[in-house]
Structures are given as structure tokens and as C-alpha cells.
């Protein structure tokens, strides 16, 4: 399983100097299975990059988490959607009332946007995910509710020994103590159970959550310690807040280092997920290969983890 990162910001693009090494476009990750089938994985500002590298690619499955516009707003830009020999289908939750294609087509139509969904070229269809595992390629999906504003996914993808769980937008704790909550009760546990690689929302500092609680994100020290309880073997910190520049980020990387072994993880210790990061996942969730970027980000300073 490869893993490309077009996209690690929440909320809004965030682009400019400050935010130039890990990079400002909103949520988007792509996986490629060995099959070569193409998943992506919400479908932020980032997934406009991601077109001009999916010429050849024929079908492609993109699942969303929620339809925050974060989420969604790079869709129109997506070129696969304008070849008419491309299929998309598009996974996302299900929702009382209307239905995936509607809700979405609320935001491609007049007067947020010039073209409509009807007016693609490419072959697009929507499908609400199954509460039961289902299959794309060689990988088995499962989709659950987390705990974010409004309906929400977490994934887990699965290939052979190796997993990933994704999720971008997830408040576990709901500023209650996290350490000593039940599994069951733990939102997003059961998908991120022993993953080798799990992506997970990291937007606030442990100073900036307790004004923000209830909004959907996590903090820091609730992000570390879900990924410890969960044993997750890789935890890489995701969806940055658009006011946290590369400063601001390259300190959490250190506080979280510091966290991590504070809490007895393994060595290692965190990622910080940034524009470009290219990951060839192993069972154990190492990386088999990665971008310079990657490996820039976690040696960059002598104090962060190595």
C-alpha cells in the first residue's frame, strides 16, 4: 500500500511563506493498492494536484469523511472529473433525508459554483458506505461514525498485514479524561486497533483546546494517547490548523516527541504529516519509502524524536 499526502490543513487553505514546508492545502490523501487501484481520501484542496497524476488512471474511488467544505471544496478542480472515459465513485455517510448526491450537489451548483454535477464529463456515482466491511481492489473498507460535528467517518484500510486509519476530523476524549475511558466508549477505537498507520487529527495545541471544546478537533495530548491505548504501531499528527505556521508546527512535532516517550511509546515517536510525504507502508508500519520531505521534517532538530 502506497501513501501520497496532497492535503494535512482543516478548516481552510492556509497558503503563504509561513506555511510553506508542511504545506496549506486542506485534507487529501491518496492510496494506492497494489493492484493499482487509486482510493482518495476526502477530497480537500490538496485533491487539485492530485488530477494531473491520475491521467491514466481509469477508476478512481474517492471516500469522504464529512462533507465540511474543507472536505469537498476541491472537487470542481479534480481533472479526472472532466475525461469522459474516467470513472469516480464517490463514498461519503449516510445522512438522514437526502442523499449523498444531493447533499453534495447543494455545493456543485448555482451560485457556488458554475458547473453542475449533471455537466461532468466524467462518469460519477455516489454511494452512502455500508455499516458492514466492503471491498475496493485488494482492500477491505470499514467505515464508522466518530465523534466530529455533524455526520462523520473514520476509515480503515485494509491490504494484506497492513492497515491504515484515517481520521482527520475526531474529538475522542469530548474533554472528558481520555485514560480512563472503556475501549467501547473510546470514539474511533475500534478502527484504529493495532493499525500500522494510523492519521489523526492533531489541529489544537493543549492551550488552545479547553476554549474549543465540543468544535470536532483534538488536542495534542488527547491525540498522542488515543494512538497509544489503540496501539496504533505509527501515529503521524494531521489536519494542522490553518493559524499554525511551520514554527508553530515544528514545536508541536517537539512537544509530541516529548509526550510520546513520556507515555512510553515506541520508538519512533510521531510523525508530522506534510505536503508531498510519499509512504510505502509495511506490516509494521514503517515506511519502506519516503520522501525527503518526510524525513526533513523528523530530523530537522536535533530535540524531535528520531
Not at 487529527?201 to 483534538?218: F, L
Amino acid at each position: 500500500m502506497k501513501l501520497k499526502i496532497w492535503g494535512v490543513r482543516g478548516s481552510i487553505p492556509a497558503p503563504g511563506p509561513r506555511t510553506a514546508r508542511y504545506g496549506g492545502n486542506t485534507s487529501c490523501v491518496q492510496l494506492t493498492l497494489s493492484d493499482d487501484s487509486v482510493l482518495v481520501l476526502d477530497a480537500g484542496s490538496g485533491i487539485r494536484d492530485l488530477g494531473p497524476s491520475c491521467e491514466e488512471v481509469h477508476r478512481i474511488n474517492i471516500l469522504l469523511t464529512h462533507l465540511h467544505l474543507d472536505h469537498i471544496q476541491g472537487l470542481l478542480f479534480f481533472a479526472p472529473f472532466f475525461r469522459p472515459e474516467t470513472e469516480i465513485v464517490i463514498w461519503g455517510p449516510p445522512s438522514p433525508g437526502h442523499s449523498l448526491r444531493h447533499r453534495i450537489g447543494r455545493y456543485l451548483s448555482a451560485p457556488l459554483s458554475p458547473i453542475e454535477i449533471r455537466a461532468l464529463p466524467a462518469k460519477v456515482s455516489f454511494r452512502k458506505c455500508p455499516s458492514e466491511e466492503w471491498e475496493i481492489g485488494p482492500a477491505r473498507i470499514r467505515a464508522a461514525p466518530v465523534r466530529h460535528r455533524g455526520p462523520t467517518l473514520g476509515f480503515r484500510i485494509t491490504e494484506g498485514d497492513t492497515s491504515l486509519c484515517y481520521l482527520p476530523d475526531h474529538e475522542p476524549a469530548l474533554g472528558a479524561p481520555l485514560a480512563n475511558m472503556e475501549p467501547d466508549w473510546i470514539s474511533g477505537f475500534s478502527l484504529a486497533e493495532r493499525c500500522s498507520l494510523l492519521l489523526h487529527d492533531s489541529q489544537y495545541t493543549d492551550e488552545e483546546y479547553p476554549e474549543r471544546i465540543g468544535w470536532g478537533h483534538s488536542s495534542l495530548s488527547d491525540a498522542l494517547l488515543f494512538a497509544r491505548r489503540s496501539e496504533a504501531e505509527r501515529v503521524m499528527l494531521f489536519h494542522h490548523d490553518p493559524l499554525h505556521t511551520d514554527d508553530d508546527l515544528d514545536e508541536l512535532h517537539r512537544r509530541a516527541g516529548e509526550q510520546w516517550r513520556e507515555l512510553g511509546g515506541p520508538d519512533g515517536g510521531p510523525g508530522m504529516a506534510i505536503e508531498g510525504t510519499e509512504i510505502e507502508l509495511r506490516a509494521n508500519g514503517a515506511a519502506a519509502r519516503s520522501d525527503p520531505g518526510y524525513a526533513r521534517a523528523r530530523s530537522s532538530k536535533a530535540s524531535r524524536p528520531a
